[in-house]
Every structure is written in C-alpha cells, then in structure tokens.
C-alpha cells in the first residue's frame, strides 16, 4: 500500500510535487495478543510512567498505519524466558503472511539462556524472516555476555537483521545492559554485518554515541529518542524523562551517516503520526527524509 504524502503529511518541510510518492517503513515497533495487550501496556505504562498510544494489539497498530500513513511496521518481539522462544516465535510465522498482507512485518525473537539457538535462528532464516530482536535489559544479560554475543555472530553468519535494545531501558534504570563500551565490544569481536541499535545508539547517553559510535558499522533507529514523553497517569516518574532535541538528532544522524538511520517510533509508546509529523519539520533536507522515512529500510530489507 502506497501513500501520496502530500495528503497524509501536511508539512512545509517536505517539498510539494506532482506524484510525490514514497514508502515510510516504522522500523520498531511491538504487539502483543489482543486478548491481553490492554494489560501488558498498561502495566508497562506504569513501569515506565510513559502512556502508550495504542492498546498494544496487531489491531491497534494497524489502525496507527492507517492514521498516520506508515506503510509497513516492523514488529519486535521481546522474548523475556527462554521458554517463550519457541512458542512465540512459532506463533507469528503462522500470521506472517497475513500480517504482511497488512504491512506489518514480523521479525522473531531470542532469548541468551535459551540453549538451541542455532537451530532455532535457522528455523527463523527458514520460515522467512528477516531478523531478530534481543533485549539485554528485560533479558537481565549483558549485551557483552557470551550467551548474547554467540547469536548475534550466527545471525549474521545466517545473514539475519540483529536489532537490540541499546542503552537504558525508561522502565528498568537501574542499569544500562547494552552500554556503549559493551556495543563497541561486540562490534569489534563479532562484527555483526546487519547490526541495528535501537534508540540512536544508546538511549539516554547520546553524547557517547556521538564521540564513540557515529560512522561504526551500525545502524540506528529513532524509536522512542524525539518527540514527547506522555507520562502515565498517577504514576511515579523515572530518573530518565529525557529525548534528543530536534537539532542534537540532526546532528547525530548526519555524523552517522544518514544512510545508516531508519525511521522507528517504538509504537505503542510513541505515535506514529506525531513522529513523521515532527521528523518532516526538522532540518533535514527532502532527500534526506526520505531516506531515513523508508528508503533506508526498504535497501536494507530488501523490499522491492
């Protein structure tokens, strides 16, 4: 499903042409079943004093594409047991082809104590995925864990997308799993070849980034890095409320690499239509928002 953008994003920052028309590919975002999504984002709301923007279902990401004109999401599972690998993961390569039929692209999940991982990032290759999702922080394993660092290398090796949660997690501060120090690690030990680091590289410690991540052999993601923080209702705030300014995300994309940034909103804890509005109005140029929209991920995942 393609949109004309001039109808979906009513913008002065992008340029207004005659069948102007492009893909805006949201690069990170969750779902969980619908029977108990309500719940699980509410309680995550709570944890993290941010509200959620939808109710956390396939249904209700659907209908945040539709408002907002995002043409296909990117769905993250967070596997938080071992246990769940398998089950899980099985459960979404027998909605893959619906849910793409939809837009909603699925990757799979994996968990650092689960002990056949080989055969399980095979199975993920084999049923068509194009990546894995790892969450160090609700994981409760260091990125730089052996357990952690022997999937990402056969990943690669298999050719699939690693997408981690990189920096603090606004729910659980009390550590960061997925530091700079222990991604440059990786970085230079397994050398990951489609490697994505959520977050602009490390959520909540930018300047880092900056001065030690930009140019590297990664890619990075916008979710949850701009933009307003809505906090939960009757909730206790974190210690981290922060995001990057207009300007700083700028800055950081174009030192980066603007090849190498995709566009994500981490849905449901930010909008979707709020996030393309607000990337529209910052200063980069209209190739370069295009770029970062959707032309980023459609090379990198190959989408014809």
């Not at 769905?75 to 849910?99: C, D, G, H, R």
């Not at 909540?204 to 701009?226: H, I, N, Q, R, S």
């Not at 409320?241 to 995300?249: Q, Y």
């Amino acid at each position: 499903m393609y949109y004309n953008k001039d109808v979906f994003i009513q913008s002065q920052a992008l340029t207004k042409k005659e069948g102007n028309v492009f893909m805006i590919i949201d690069f990170h975002t969750h779902t969980f079943p619908s029977k108990i999504s309500k719940k699980v984002v509410d309680k995550l709301g709570q944890a993290s004093a941010s509200m959620p923007h939808t109710d956390g279902s396939v249904e209700g990401l659907l209908k945040s594409m539709e408002k907002s004109g995002v043409d296909k999401s990117i769905n993250l599972p967070v596997m938080t047991s071992a246990e769940q690998v398998e089950k899980v993961n099985s459960s979404f390569m027998k909605s893959m082809e619906e849910y793409e039929s939809h837009g909603i692209i699925t990757f799979g999940g994996m968990h650092p104590e689960y002990t056949n991982y080989k055969e399980e990032l095979q199975r993920i290759k084999n049923n068509g995925m194009k990546g894995v999702k790892l969450h160090p922080a609700y994981q409760n394993v260091d990125l730089d864990d052996i357990r952690m660092m022997r999937i990402i290398d056969k990943a690669s090796e298999l050719g699939l997308i690693v997408t981690i949660h990189a920096g603090i997690d606004i729910g659980i501060y009390d550590k960061n799993y997925s530091s700079v120090e222990q991604i440059l690690k990786v970085i230079n030990e397994v050398h990951p070849e489609k490697f994505v680091l959520a977050h602009m590289g490390n959520w909540a410690d930018w300047k880092d980034v900056e001065y030690y991540l930009a140019g590297a052999p990664v890619w990075m993601d916008t979710a949850f890095t701009y933009g307003k923080i809505e906090p939960y209702p009757d909730s206790t705030p974190t210690p981290y409320t922060c995001v990057l300014a207009d300007d700083d995300l700028v800055r950081l994309t174009r030192k980066h690499g603007v090849d190498k940034v995709l566009f994500a909103t981490d849905s449901p804890w930010q909008d979707q239509k709020d996030y393309i509005d607000r990337m529209t109005k910052m200063d980069f140029t209209d190739e370069e928002k295009k770029m970062i929209l959707g032309e980023n991920a459609m090379h990198f995942l190959n989408l014809k």
